[in-house]
T-cell receptor, first 113, second 113 residues
């Protein structure tokens, strides 16, 4: 256990649904990340928040919308997804300046029908 | 710019035999290097890290890695494989950016009884 939790662990949704993924850490970390992990592809960085400010948006389609209301919580809002968006979505956090390693949650397995 | 190459996409060993997972990196900066492990349907767990201290780094579960600057390598080893070591392993480099990591494509380790 890394102290980073994600809910739900599994999600099945239709292309017209709206859902949200949640990530939570009470480790006092300052940076939080969303990654997408698809089969046979490298881990893809989607968004980075540092001190609740978005510092990276890696050309992610607008059907993915992140939200970081405070330093402990990170959301990924999903709407009108495509089947190719089916993947494992991983959240990670990092303590702050001078730290490089990230601590990962268990992921949400998303299936888009 | 930085990059990571994991030389084998799949390694298969017998239980009790040594494990070698190979990783080469490229970085314009003095890098920090990591190995993460991912068991099926789980998040990534940090195995070990190199951050410019000792070049031989010991991690959890008996794994270790050696940083060789002349060879730009950071290979992961374990003297004796256990069935529970079967997982995917990621070599990761950090450097030049305070918050971004660059991941290799992963090596799937299979351990045969």
């Amino acid at each position: 256990e890394t102290g980073v939790t994600q809910t739900p662990r599994h999600l099945v949704m239709g292309m017209t649904n709206k859902k949200s993924l949640k990530c939570e850490q009470h480790l006092g970390h300052n940076a939080m990340y969303w990654y997408k992990q698809s089969a046979k592809k490298p881990l893809e960085l989607m968004f980075v928040y540092s001190l609740e400010e978005r510092v990276e948006n890696n050309s992610v389609p607008s059907r993915f919308s992140p939200e970081c209301p405070n330093s402990s919580h990170l959301f990924l809002h999903l709407h009108t997804l495509q089947p190719e968006d089916s993947a494992l979505y991983l959240c990670a956090s990092k303590p702050g300046q001078g730290w490089h390693e990230q601590f990962f949650g268990p992921g949400t397995r998303l299936t888009v029908l | 710019a930085q990059s990571v190459t994991q030389l084998d996409s799949h390694v298969s060993v017998s239980e009790g035999t040594p494990v070698l997972l190979r990783c080469n990196y490229s970085s314009s900066y003095s890098p920090s290097l990591f190995w993460y492990v991912q068991h099926p349907n789980k998040g990534l767990q940090l195995l070990l890290k190199y951050t410019s201290a000792a070049t031989l780094v010991k991690g959890i579960n008996g794994f270790e890695a050696e940083f060789k600057k002349s060879e730009t390598s950071f290979h992961l080893t374990k003297p004796s494989a256990h069935m529970s070591d079967a997982a995917e392993y990621f070599c990761v480099v950090s450097g030049g950016s305070n918050y971004k990591l660059t991941f290799g494509k992963g090596t799937l380790l299979t351990v045969n009884p």
